[in-house]
């Protein structure tokens, strides 16, 4: 009889905690975009839902209900190994060429990998959805629509210019910048020109870019019946946006679009270690974290530029340094006293320690959230790509001093610490910022997971606008305000016509009577 309350009790659970089953294709290798999608599989984990995963990145300790499946061979690893001059490189690119090609077009040929061919065949139990990086390969939607099962997009950052069409996104370029300019939402009119014309070549370069070579990729390995790239993007049923309102600012979105910015800061899995947890509580008079994210090897740097950064860090003490430096052993010697490096730091916990003082970085999105999230405030050295648009919004919320690697000098570098240390209202500005980022309804974790859920539960095209069927002369009412002047063309030529006729009649009226008066007379 024991047995029976057991039963009931499993019955029941299965009954009202019923999870699905979710795969998570992210083939890029840029270890900083998968910061994020971990965090959200995990999070969907928690939550009692089965996560596959394929990526080049795989978990190095097992979590509940998370199981990486595919190991994509990694081509070129984007972690400790980017020199300063290939970061140079890297400035005069085209960053639409780069994610069309590097982070599109060439992780599509991952579709020809033995096991992605394997997931398109009927899976027991089968997936309910399908979630991929919106990005630039957008080819891996086939996986979805072979399965036919809803399609989400995750995007790391706020949408590209390609991206808010395909969930018919309006797009007001009036005051909503593209993410790829330095513009806030009070644009002059030559921003708003730039803002135009940029966005509509960015979207046409990488559509041209793209489309062919994807839709060769996806025939090649699933057969020449298959929809094209265009098409699979049309199915995207959500899009979770690392953006929010207060970093933002205000934009118009379709409910397709749902802002999760910060999802990816928890440190559930970060482990304080001992000695640096001595070292921070001893830190007295506070310590900066100093950190150039997973990519940049800072070795390769200028020696000026090093010299500069040994001297001014320096001066501070005794306010501390703590740095996070893959190769310690690489940099010149002379390192001043007050500076601690390790090879690997639990960047969350540092960032939310009472002794912190600031954050010296480059800019990238996932670090500058993380210590938004914390209220603290930050000294940046844009290197590459969105890092120069995210130190320049921040300087614009005065949470923030901009530097520059090419032209930082002594005088500028202790005038950037002394402000950034001393002057209050950067650290309340960052505490502000902090407040009103983390107030919403929901946490980001909580926020994906309920759409997502809702997706599944109610139809890819629950969230679908009704302007995916519309052309752009129809979303633009093209056809509307023509047909209205057609209409006033007609009324001002009918009453242009009737005027004239009148005015005749009365010249002609007015021509008899005068004869007839000159007869009589």
């Known amino acids: 009889m024991r047995v029976l309350p057991v039963i009931f009790s499993w019955l029941f659970c299965l009954a009202i905690c019923h999870g699905y089953r979710l795969l998570g294709l992210f083939p890029f290798q840029g270890k900083s975009h998968f910061v994020m999608f971990e965090q959200l599989m995990k999070g969907l984990a928690r939550k009692g839902h089965q996560i596959d995963v394929v990526s080049k990145f795989p978990l190095k300790k097992p979590y509940p209900n998370y199981t990486d499946i595919v190991t994509l061979p990694m081509p070129v690893l984007l972690v400790n190994n980017m020199t300063f001059e290939f970061m140079q490189q890297l400035l005069g690119a085209n960053p639409t060429y780069i994610v069309a090609t590097m982070a599109g077009n060439e992780l599509c040929e991952d579709l020809g990998h033995p096991a992605i061919k394997e997931l398109a065949r009927p899976k027991n139990p089968p997936y309910d959805a399908v979630l991929i990086e919106v990005f630039g390969a957008h080819c891996f939607g086939i996986i979805a629509h072979i399965l036919k099962v809803p399609l989400i997009g995750v995007s790391t950052t706020s949408l590209y210019p390609w991206l808010p069409p395909l969930i018919a996104q309006p797009e007001s370029l009036a005051f909503v910048p593209s993410n790829v300019l330095s513009f806030n939402g009070r644009m002059n009119f030559w921003q708003r020109l730039h803002n135009s014309v940029r966005t509509f070549c960015d979207k046409w370069y990488f559509n041209y870019l793209t489309r062919r070579e994807q839709d060769r990729i996806i025939r090649e390995h699933f057969g020449?019946?298959?929809?094209?790239?265009?098409?699979?993007?049309?199915?995207?049923?959500?899009i979770l946006i690392n953006?929010?309102?207060?970093?933002?600012?205000?934009?118009?979105?379709?409910?397709?679009?749902?802002?999760?910015?910060?999802?990816?800061?928890?440190?559930?899995?970060?482990?304080?270690?001992?000695?640096?947890?001595?070292?921070?509580?001893?830190?007295?008079?506070?310590?900066?974290?100093?950190?150039?994210?997973?990519?940049?090897?800072?070795?390769?740097?200028?020696?000026?530029?090093?010299?500069?950064?040994?001297?001014?860090?320096?001066?501070?003490?005794?306010?501390?340094?703590?740095?996070?430096?893959?190769?310690?052993?690489?940099?010149?010697?002379?390192?001043?006293?007050?500076?601690?490096?390790?090879?690997?730091?639990?960047?969350?916990?540092?960032?939310?320690?009472?002794?912190?003082?600031?954050?010296?970085?480059?800019?990238?999105?996932?670090?500058?959230?993380?210590?938004?999230?914390?209220?603290?405030?930050?000294?940046?050295?844009?290197?590459?790509?969105?890092?120069?648009?995210?130190?320049?919004?921040?300087?614009?919320?005065?949470?923030?001093l901009r530097?520059?690697?090419?032209?930082?000098?002594?005088?500028?570098?202790?005038?950037?610490?002394?402000?950034?240390?001393?002057?209050?209202?950067?650290?309340?500005?960052?505490?502000?910022?902090?407040?009103?980022?983390?107030?919403?309804?929901?946490?980001?974790?909580?926020?994906?997971?309920?759409?997502?859920?809702?997706?599944?539960?109610?139809?890819?095209?629950?969230?679908?606008?009704?302007?995916?069927?519309?052309?752009?002369?129809?979303?633009?009412?093209?056809?509307?305000?023509?047909?209205?002047?057609?209409?006033?063309?007609?009324?001002?030529?009918?009453?242009?016509?009737?005027?004239?006729?009148?005015?005749?009649?009365?010249?002609?009226?007015?021509?008899?009577?005068?004869?007839?008066?000159?007869?009589?007379?």
């Open 243 to 400: 953006s929010h309102i207060a970093l933002n600012g205000i934009q118009p979105k379709t409910p397709a679009a749902v802002d999760v910015g910060g999802l990816h800061v928890q440190d559930e899995d970060q482990t304080l270690q001992p000695d640096l947890e001595k070292w921070m509580n001893d830190s007295k008079d506070g310590f900066l974290y100093f950190t150039f994210g997973s990519m940049v090897m800072i070795e390769t740097f200028p020696r000026e530029f090093l010299r500069v950064l040994y001297a001014c860090l320096g001066k501070i003490a005794p306010i501390r340094v703590l740095m996070k430096i893959p190769n310690p052993e690489k940099l010149p010697p002379g390192l001043p006293e007050n500076i601690h490096m390790s090879p690997w730091l639990p960047q969350i916990k540092v960032l939310k320690h009472p002794n912190i003082r600031a954050f010296i970085t480059h800019g990238g999105l996932m670090g500058t959230q993380e210590a938004i999230t914390c209220g603290v405030p930050m000294i940046g050295i844009p290197l590459f790509a969105d890092q120069f648009m995210n130190i320049d919004a921040y300087v614009a919320r005065n949470i923030a």
């Open 403 to 521: 530097l520059d690697v090419d032209t930082i000098t002594e005088k500028s570098m202790d005038a950037a610490l002394n402000a950034i240390l001393w002057n209050p209202l950067y650290r309340e500005s960052a505490q502000n910022l902090s407040r009103q980022f983390l107030d919403r309804p929901l946490n980001a974790i909580d926020t994906a997971a309920y759409w997502i859920e809702y997706v599944i539960k109610y139809g890819e095209d629950s969230l679908r606008s009704p302007a995916m069927d519309l052309t752009w002369w129809q979303l633009s009412l093209i056809d509307v305000v023509g047909f209205l002047l057609f209409c006033i063309a007609i009324v001002a030529a009918i009453t242009l016509f009737i005027t004239r006729f009148m005015l005749e009649l009365i010249k002609d009226g007015n021509y008899i009577s005068l004869s007839h008066s000159k007869k009589t007379n």
């Open 224 to 238: 020449p019946d298959m929809p094209g790239v265009r098409e699979l993007e049309r199915k995207l049923s959500l």
